[in-house]
């Protein structure tokens, strides 16, 4: 029997929302602070997943202010298809105008200005039914009845059913089939507690009715690779099968575990039982839905010979036109500096999303004679940058409040290749039921090093830090860590980045 690999994109893509058109998938992602904003991917089996853009391209849609914090900006998008017109909904943290939408006939773009919504909360999702209302839903949960092309509401805001008693009943979803309008909500928090519940009404004004058995899903108080499982959209194929797409996070180490690629997306098959989904446990491997449509692998390096850069890369808050150029030298990607540090927001940064946890990242680059490199971050106060000024190469650890200049050496002039490999230790067999009876190795603080970032200078190890540090239970916040190429002063000309992921079994 064929199956297929969880998650289905990897790395920091959590909050995913998914619609159908004929045989085609789209799913969006939340992006928080950077810079452009909402990826999203087409699929025509659900499994095998391509990014065809970003949703928010533009600052006239995508204004995140120099304050905005890390895990700012955007939060959980909803993506569906209405009448012709894919609608994206989603929550600015960062900006006071509420929650916004914007339109497109294709989902390539171009997407159109944000039409506002003056609503609190996070999370809306948009619903239609047979009159042609459109409701709202937001965290709470709340509805409201607005005009999508106003942005006026029409009607509530009012609660509806807040789940079982989870803290943060949230990223809510209305359904309407078999005359019911389902309720699909996640509460109990975004971290270990996650679940996902479901109610059903004959009105999307209620009363609610909770399902027979909730939460239908949570890893909570598992041992489960696959941890977090919450904030889920529901799809139906065009055979009748329904899929659940959520967040969870692959943990690693023990005591307490850690994270490191944030949280991910993946795919579960659902069943109906007497009017009700049921579904999960997520697993790392399912049979595979009927449709089968796998795509050539991604290409390892960017030569920089493409026009326009490609959906992958993600800048910190903003992409100031003056800042980077694909045709100043061409076949390569020249950045200039914003700002002086990667400290604080205000640099020049291209970077991607780290999506395996053993991966190997390359990059060659001129730097000009200004300062550049590549940097391995979380946010502003945690990152690990291996950088090239002033005829030296050096590591440094940026760690919270401290800041150390790690290794250096010296370096001829001209163009260098620097090197990052990211290794996270594979999670605990199934089998052990306690830390003390892991056994790989001596148990107790620092007696293992489960994740290791090594930097090196054409081929050259410069040091080997504790990736650990770069962690969400270390840094905190929503995001997972992106890594990059950078410029804090003057200018630097890169001509090829290389992105491989070694841990990956065949889908
Ligand atoms: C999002 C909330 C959540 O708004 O995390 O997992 C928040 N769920 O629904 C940010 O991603």
Redesign the pocket.
């Given at each position: 029997m064929r199956t297929y690999r969880n998650p289905v994109i990897g790395g920091f893509h959590?909050?995913p929302s998914v619609c159908r058109v004929g045989e085609d998938y789209y799913l969006v992602c939340?992006s928080f602070e950077y810079f452009p904003g909402v990826p999203i991917f087409h699929s025509r089996d659900l499994v095998h997943w391509r990014q065809i853009g970003n949703v928010l391209d533009r600052p006239s849609q995508l204004h995140l202010p120099p304050g905005t914090l890390a895990s700012g900006g955007i939060?959980?998008p909803t993506i569906r298809h209405h009448d012709g017109l894919f609608y994206m909904i989603t929550t600015n943290v960062s900006d006071d105008r509420g929650h916004f939408l914007v339109t497109a006939e294709r989902p390539e773009g171009p997407w159109s200005d944000p039409v506002w919504i003056d609503l609190p909360r996070?999370?809306p999702s948009l619903a239609w039914d047979e009159e042609g209302h459109c409701w709202l839903t937001t965290?709470g949960p709340r509805l409201a009845r607005i005009d999508p092309a106003s942005g006026e509401v029409l009607e509530g805001p009012v609660d509806i059913w807040a789940g079982t008693g989870g803290k943060y009943p949230?990223?809510p979803h209305l359904f309407q089939t078999g005359g019911w309008w389902y309720l699909l909500l996640?509460e109990g928090g975004?971290e270990r507690g996650?679940a996902v519940s479901i109610a059903r009404a004959r009105s999307p004004r209620g009363p609610f009715e909770p399902g027979p058995v909730n939460p239908i899903l949570t890893h909570r108080g598992t041992s489960r690779p696959i941890q977090s499982t919450?904030?889920a959209d529901l799809v139906c194929a065009p055979d009748g099968t329904w899929w659940m797409i959520l967040?969870g996070a692959r943990p690693r180490g023990y005591s307490p575990e850690f994270q490191v690629l944030g949280r991910e997306t993946f795919l579960v098959p659902v069943e109906w039982v007497d009017g009700w989904p049921v579904v999960g446990p997520v697993e790392e491997r399912h049979p595979a839905p009927a449709a089968w449509h796998p795509l050539p692998p991604p290409p390892v390096r960017d030569d920089f010979d493409a026009p326009v850069p490609a959906p992958c890369w993600i800048s910190v808050r903003c992409r100031p036109d003056d800042s980077w150029s694909l045709t100043e030298r061409p076949g390569r990607l020249t950045l200039h500096a914003t700002g002086p540090t990667l400290d604080r927001p205000g640099h020049t940064f291209f970077g991607r999303r780290q999506q395996h946890h053993d991966c190997r990242v390359s990059a060659r680059l001129d730097p000009d004679p200004g300062r550049a490199g590549l940097s391995v971050r979380l946010d502003e106060a945690h990152h690990y940058d291996i950088e090239v000024s002033g005829g030296e190469v050096s590591l440094i650890a940026r760690i919270g409040p401290l800041r150390q200049v790690v290794a250096r050496r010296p370096v001829a002039p001209g163009p260098l290749t620097l090197t990052v490999h990211c290794r996270t230790a594979d999670p605990l067999p199934p089998s052990v039921t306690s830390a003390a009876e892991a056994g790989a190795g001596p148990v107790g603080v620092g007696a293992r090093g489960p994740d290791t970032i090594a930097f090196s200078a054409d081929g050259v190890l410069l040091a080997e830090l504790d990736g650990r540090y770069l962690s969400t239970e270390v840094a905190t916040g929503?995001t997972g860590r992106v890594i990059g190429m950078y410029v804090t002063e003057g200018s630097a000309a890169f001509d090829w980045f290389d992105y491989e992921g070694t841990d990956d079994e065949p889908v």
């Open positions: 959590p909050d939340s939060f959980a996070v999370d965290s949230e990223a996640s975004t996650h919450g904030h967040l929503f």
